[in-house]
């Protein structure tokens, strides 16, 4: 089979495409709380069991958010050429983030506009959804002797970390038989995204001596030693960090180097309530607290990274009375990057020179994605991050995504499909 006829199948799939991204669009499935979740999934089964797909459902029972309110429910749809070959898999995660303010369209109404659908998870990540759907079926529909099997699962909780999803699959052992993982999140139809960044997240403590605030010289302030911390961070840390640059092409280009963000910081008395008008109590704070948020580098070690904090904390202890502090870990993931001569990779690119005749764009995500449990608990390296749509319209008020677009990356999808198993 030639690839112009798997590419005029898509072609002729169009409106298929625009009324299944459109259907998805329509089922809410916010995140948090986790809603609609089974409803996505028996959506997507009866379609793909209508294209010959055999489908499982997998609740994440004890997941954090799973309940019977808002059950964590996961579908696998599978289907298998009975001859040896690779197996296939494009993940999708199915919830939505909230929908916010600013909106000029319906969030759920999965309107069309010229080129582009509008609505809540349009770009992030139901385009890609439906766009993997259609390349599955146009490329079985026109490849009759095809190899090995193809997976589509639709995931719980990404936006909130996929524990709920990929990450409970994987332990599960659902990624052991699987060789090539799609990731069909929005970086746009003519990039390869490799991988992310690692983090590391932690809490950051000082102690001080509470005492009335008209006689300070009787107590220690946590502030005051935080203060210090923060004076270490700006003028020592962050020009060490802006030092460490890395080959990972992660975009935007800012992010190519070693990041902190202080995510927030609490000292003293407590923030008031909404509506206590009273006013506070004079107090040296006795604690102070700070949550950073550390991005860190495929050629950096996490125990390095964690050493730099340290050695910050240190030396403070050593110059100032009476400090002291404590490091709580939070979150913790490993950078990952897939090699670019990895099979799924040479094959999208090819399939991009193909379908688009440009040169595919190698970019590294500077936030982390589902990849990370494939990578790390499925132990399978041999993943990327694939998808239509445009990243910075993600979590945005009237998200939309180009239906040009995801029919283009549909097939870029079936393209590697019939190199891989055609
Ligand atoms: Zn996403």
Redesign the pocket.
Known sequence: MTHSAILAEISARRQDLIGLTQDLIRIPTLNPPGQNYRVICDYLAARLELAGFTTQFIRAHGAPGDSDAYPRWNLIARIDSGRAGDCVHFNS?HDVVEVGNGWTRDPFGGELDGDRIYGRGAC??KGGLAASIIAAQAFLATTPDWRGSIEISATAD??SGGYGGVAYLAKAGHYAHVDHVLIP??LHKDRICLGHRGVWWAEIETHGRIAHGSMPFLGDSAIRHMGAVLEEIEHRLYPLLARKTTAMPVVPEGARQSTLNINSIHGGAREPEAGDTSLPAPCVADRCRIVIDRRYLIEEDIAQVKQEITDVLERLRAQRPNFSYEIKDLFEVQPTMTARDAPVVKSTAAAIQSVLHRAADYVVSPGT?DQKHIDRIGRLHNCIAYGPGLLHL?HQPDEWIGVQDMEDSAKVMALVLKDLLG
């Open positions: 995660h992030d990540m990404e936006e999140e929005p994605y993600a």
